[in-house]
């Protein structure tokens, strides 16, 4: 079965550095196959005899932290999971510049309280859409200038987050059925 991890908080600003090579041994010794890594920030794809996401997720925290020194959240998903996610942007027709839209993928689908303390007015002209756990995100003036910020959102909702573009959503899909075919 196909699969992605997705982990927070790596390689951003020159601090809590993995190498890729060495991220992808790591998974090949926790017995995970067909190991490929894109770009720098985390985003793991690999087939598994079998998955259980929060399992396979913790084992890679603890794994992470021991080779690395570096505490990231890991996120998880089937490789269906993420042709789900990755088949429509609700903002997508509004939007002609991928980079603009975003996914934040949660550990968990919030509570309804919870999804309603995002406060829709934080920062003009972003819009959002909750779906399950993911929160599509379109920053019409760019990621950098929001204040719908990932540490925002995870307060909010009461879960750990992380956020890829669209661009990174749609070759992680087209990567988990690469092997597949």
Do not use: C
Request: hydrophobic letters at 40%; proline letters at 4%.
């Amino acid at each position: 079965m196909r699969g992605v991890a997705l982990l927070r908080g790596i390689n951003v600003g020159g601090s809590a550095r993995v190498p890729m090579a060495e991220l992808r041994e790591l998974f090949e010794g926790l017995g995970l196959t067909d190991v490929a890594t894109y770009v720098q920030s985390g985003n793991v794809v690999f087939t598994a005899a079998s998955l259980d996401a929060a399992k396979l997720a913790g084992a890679l925290e603890k794994e992470i932290a021991a080779a690395f020194k570096v505490r990231s959240s890991v996120l998880v998903r089937t490789g269906r999971e993420l042709a789900a996610i990755g088949s429509r942007h609700p903002f997508e027709a509004d939007e002609p510049t991928p980079a603009k839209l975003h996914v934040v993928f949660l550990r968990g689908a919030p509570s309804k309280e919870r999804a309603a303390a995002l406060d829709p007015d934080r920062s003009p002209g972003d819009r959002f859409a909750l779906r399950g756990r993911e929160l599509y995100v379109h920053y019409p003036n760019g990621q950098g200038r929001s204040k719908l910020t990932v540490d925002y959102i995870e307060k909010a909702l009461g879960t750990v987050g992380t956020a890829r573009n669209w661009n990174t959503v749609q070759k992680l899909r087209a990567m988990v059925t690469e092997v597949d075919r």
